[in-house]
T-cell receptor
Framework: NAGVMQNPRHLVRRRGQEARLRCSPMKGHSHVYWYRQLPEEGLKFMVYLQKENIIDESGMPKERFSAEFPKEGPSILRIQQVVRGDSAAYFC?????????????FGPGTRLTVL | AQSVTQPDIHITVSEGASLELRCNYSYGATPYLFWYVQSPGQGLQLLLKYFSGDTLVQGIKGFEAEFKRSQSSFNLRKPSVHWSDAAEYFCAVGARRISNFGNEKLTFGTGTRLTIIP
């Protein structure tokens, strides 16, 4: 059973460009979470999605950031008009469906560098 | 809102020595607690978790953690560290969501960097 997959692993963008980060959850997992890790900091929650639904986006910046998890295909975190402050590692995690808190399985992350 | 404090930013221990990494949480009910380890440039790997029951939890790689409600702590311990344990360690707390969805975001501490010296 393959783990959580993220691509690309490294992404370089110039200011003003768009960044698209992809996450494929583990097989059988229908819950996806995105976290951001700034240098020398812990992970900060951004958004929690299920298939075709955003459940909690309380950690998402109000502008330029969006996320989706379509019925088919990976979850996408999109950052429009990137700025230098968006440089960070972005981690995706997934968990299986259930009614109690399940552990979240993390992907290797996408390291975004904005020039 | 829940929060996690890891008071030690950086800890250095000798190989073979014992280890304790501190974690204090703030949450209004019984929390769900996790310890993750992150090697440089890598993702996070779960070491252990506490949901309920026995307050002493055993994890992988010889790690254990003890949940102490009275102290709001969930410290990570290992009796004898190995050079391969050098990494960043994150404590996290999760809440049970009052809905049909069940799952909830994790709130992480800022991490403790562990250095092992020969």
């Amino acid at each position: 059973n393959a783990g959580v997959m993220q691509n690309p692993r490294h992404l370089v963008r110039r200011r003003g460009q768009e960044a698209r980060l992809r996450c494929s959850p583990m097989k059988g997992h229908s819950h996806v979470y995105w976290y951001r890790q700034l240098p020398e900091e812990g992970l900060k929650f951004m958004v929690y999605l299920q298939k075709e639904n955003i459940i909690d986006e309380s950690g998402m910046p109000k502008e330029r950031f969006s996320a989706e998890f379509p019925k088919e295909g990976p979850s996408i975190l999109r950052i429009q008009q990137v700025v230098r402050g968006d440089s960070a590692a972005y981690f995706c995690a997934s968990s299986p469906p259930g009614t109690i808190v399940n552990e979240q399985f993390f992907g290797p992350g996408t390291r975004l560098t904005v020039l | 809102a829940q929060s996690v404090t890891q008071p030690d930013i950086h800890i250095t221990v000798s190989e073979g020595a014992s280890l304790e990494l501190r974690c204090n949480y703030s949450y209004g009910a019984t929390p769900y607690l996790f310890w993750y380890v992150q090697s440089p440039g890598q993702g996070l790997q779960l070491l252990l978790k506490y949901f309920s029951g026995d307050t002493l939890v055993q994890g992988i790689k010889g790690f254990e953690a003890e949940f102490k409600r009275s102290q709001s702590s969930f410290n990570l311990r290992k009796p004898s560290v190995h050079w391969s344990d050098a990494a960043e360690y994150f404590c996290a707390v999760g809440a049970r969501r009052i809905s049909n969805f069940g799952n909830e975001k994790l709130t992480f501490g800022t991490g403790t960097r562990l250095t092992i010296i020969p």
